[in-house]
């Protein structure tokens, strides 16, 4: 699929800080105008869902904000910013910064755990949050797979329904491309650890979630799958729960279209 959206991203460097967090420097891609949706982007870093926001802003009046994780797509990670709680206090942060309201918060694998604890927030400024395949919570016999074992076309071959559509051999990369990859894969470490990637605390802690929420699978989604997903929307109050078929951890990627009309959905619905 090739997109022709009408213009480049804008793209802007905000230094926020919280009451337990120095001043850090975000930098945000923004595209299109209308409903605003943060769109939150997982370990494989901003690219992973820069053609999805394309087609969001190109598709729908939709005024789109693609932040980098501090330590992602080359950026510096300070030393104060290595959790993922300390990830949703920074973007509620941004939230304030920009006085923006009404704001769809959507959030792939990692983004989705950012998205989640941004919502344990209750920050009057998210109407609504929509979590793609997230990770974050342990689910007894349903783990998520041990990423930082993996190489990455195993990791590929877990991620997708056609994974042979998204291989990638790191041998034919760039060494700028492959630093890059390096660097995310260091800045997920920072943020989540090696052992699991999960909050034991997580999932009692979605209970306290009163904004509304959708939690959308890939069914082939091997990293954590569907009975997870469902583990997960339960555990929060206001969730449902959607599958996407034919397509795995990536929805965005792998099924654009299908991800956009769910989204979408919810988003005018939670207005």
Do not use: C
């Not at 394309?54 to 030393?79: I, M, N, S, W, Y």
């Amino acid at each position: 699929m090739t997109l022709m959206p009408d213009s480049a991203p804008t793209i802007t460097t905000h230094t926020i800080a919280t009451d337990t967090i120095p001043a850090v420097e975000v930098t945000i891609r923004e595209r299109g105008h209308g409903r605003i949706i943060l769109l939150l982007h997982g370990g494989g870093g901003p690219l992973t869902v820069a053609r999805f926001a394309d087609l969001l802003a190109e598709r729908k009046p939709a005024r789109v904000l693609t932040p980098t994780h501090p330590g992602f797509g080359g950026t510096v990670q300070p030393d104060t910013v290595g959790s993922i709680r300390a990830l949703a206090e920074l973007y509620v942060a941004l939230l304030e910064d920009l006085d923006v309201h009404d704001v769809t918060v959507v959030g792939n694998s990692i983004g989705g755990w950012v998205a989640a604890e941004m919502a344990i927030l209750n920050n009057p400024r998210i109407s609504g949050i929509v979590l793609v395949d997230a990770v974050g919570i342990d689910v007894p016999g349903h783990p998520v797979a041990d990423f930082f074992a993996l190489t990455f076309p195993q990791i590929a071959q877990l991620s997708y329904y056609h994974p042979a559509a998204f291989q990638i051999d790191p041998s034919t990369l760039t060494p700028a491309q492959q630093a890059l990859m390096a660097g995310n894969r260091a800045a997920l470490a920072r943020y989540v650890g090696t052992e699991s990637m999960s909050d034991p605390t997580l999932a009692t802690r979605l209970g306290e979630i009163t904004t509304p929420a959708l939690a959308v699978w890939g069914a082939a989604d091997r990293i954590v799958d569907t009975e997870y997903g469902r583990a997960f929307a339960r555990a929060m109050p206001t969730a449902t729960f959607s599958v996407i078929e034919k397509s795995g951890h990536l929805p965005q990627l792998e099924s654009p279209d299908e991800l956009l009309a769910h989204l979408w959905d919810f988003a005018t619905r939670t207005r």
